[in-house]
């Protein structure tokens, strides 16, 4: 874990955030409360283009993300996942939960 991980969260659109940097252990709890802060309403959109590494913590705040989504009655679509996170959620057997099918 590097001690220059950092994480970023930018308003792109109307209910679309765009993620860069580091989504991994060291700055999944900083990543959840930055896209919760934004991430109102009940469908949303999350670009992880800029997404540099992902890991199960990072897997894990998507998948919070998500819940949040649904209780709000809406939906959150995921955009732009790597080939690696969607490796992952495949192997958790959680791809289908986040629309990573």
Do not use: W, Y
Not at 20 to 26: E, I, L, N, V
Not at 62 to 85: C, F, H, K, T
């Amino acid at each position: 874990m590097s001690a220059a991980a950092s994480f970023a969260v930018t308003v792109a659109a109307p209910d679309t955030l765009a993620v860069s940097g580091s989504f991994t252990f060291a700055t999944a709890a900083a990543a959840l409360a930055a896209c919760r802060k934004h991430l109102q309403s009940g469908n949303a959109t999350l670009d992880l283009a800029g997404v540099s590494e992902a890991d199960s913590a990072g897997l894990a705040v998507l998948l919070a993300l998500a819940g949040d989504a649904r209780r709000r009655g809406g939906a959150l679509r995921i955009v732009n996942a790597s080939e690696s996170l969607r490796a992952l959620a495949l192997l958790a057997e959680v791809d289908r939960l986040l629309g990573l099918a």
